[in-house]
């Protein structure tokens, strides 16, 4: 019995994914990354917009995906909301800067109202431990444009003033997953004025 346990434990553990994302509690690592804010370029530094509050750091696959579509638009439409609990969002991909003006000014999509970094390396997203991928050849976004570049896991960090990792969300559709933000964003307001 013990030996088929003993068995059971490793094929297990030899099945788990190789990355598993920071949790909450763990610092979050800092990062400056070219961004690009409604058409424009600029740079985020996690330092220094964690000075103003809480910081949404969301990672995704590809900018004109359809998940990436939805989630994008998600926080557009509820930037506002994400703002009055003091929160600053980025996402993060491995697009780039190029690609990420277009997207972030889209009407359809960031809308002007999110940033949107550039982890063309997906350095960023390794430091946060999560899985990339090399780029697949002949995938194509939503414009029909090819995607030439790598893909992060869509996994979603409340980051807290002191650096610290509030919430780790992931494993959820694009919608849950802006939803499931705006909550934890808007305990640490509520947490904040009691």
């Known amino acids: 019995m013990k030996k088929h346990l003993l068995l059971g434990l490793l094929a297990t553990a030899f099945t788990l994914p190789a990355f598993a994302a920071l949790k909450e509690g763990d610092k979050a ?7 690009s804010f409604a058409g424009k ?7 220094d917009q964690l000075k103003k509050g ?4 969301y990672f995704y696959p590809s900018a004109y995906t ?3 579509n939805l989630q994008a638009h998600t ?12 929160a600053t969002i980025i996402g993060v991909s491995q697009d780039s800067i190029g690609r990420l ?3 972030s000014a889209d009407p359809e ?3 002007g109202k999110i940033a949107v970094g550039s982890d063309a390396d997906g350095k960023v997203a390794k430091n946060f431990q999560l899985e990339t991928r090399p780029a697949a050849e002949g995938k194509t976004d939503t414009r029909g444009v090819t995607i030439d570049h790598g893909f992060t896991e869509r996994t979603t960090f409340i980051v807290t003033p002191d650096g610290k990792i509030a919430a780790t969300i992931g494993g ?13 964003v808007e305990k640490l307001a509520a947490a904040k004025k009691s």
Do not use: M, Q, R, Y
């Open 66 to 68: 359809k998940g990436c």
């Open 109 to 111: 999509f960031c809308a």
């Open 29 to 35: 690592p800092d990062f400056k990354i070219p961004a």
């Open 101 to 103: 003006n277009e997207f």
């Open 172 to 184: 959820l559709s694009s919608p849950e997953n802006v939803a499931k933000s705006l909550e934890a």
């Open 54 to 57: 809480p910081v949404v750091v």
């Open 75 to 86: 926080f557009s439409v509820n930037s506002e909301k994400f703002a009055a609990a003091g």
């Open 41 to 47: 370029a600029t740079e985020f530094s996690l330092k």
